[in-house]
């Protein structure tokens, strides 16, 4: 009997991507409704994507294990 397959989480699959050598990327928050009071330049600035943090890093590996 073969073991049980590891399942990716499907929050996390929506979240996160992986750049070629294996760092996840994440968007910026605070960037989704209330948009009038907050000033251009700070919309822009949380435009595309960034690193996640180390410590994040092992958690987001441990949500999607076939994510690479």
Do not use: W, Y
């Not at 000033?39 to 441990?62: N, Y």
Request: no cysteine.
């Amino acid at each position: 009997m073969s073991s049980s397959k590891q399942k990716s989480h499907s929050g996390a699959k929506k979240r996160f991507r992986f750049t070629g050598t294996g760092k996840a990327k994440r968007k910026f928050s605070h960037k989704n409704h209330i948009l009038t009071k907050k000033h251009a330049d700070r919309i822009r600035k949380l435009r595309g994507m960034t690193i996640v943090s180390d410590e994040d890093q092992k958690r987001v590996e441990r949500l999607l294990p076939n994510g690479r």
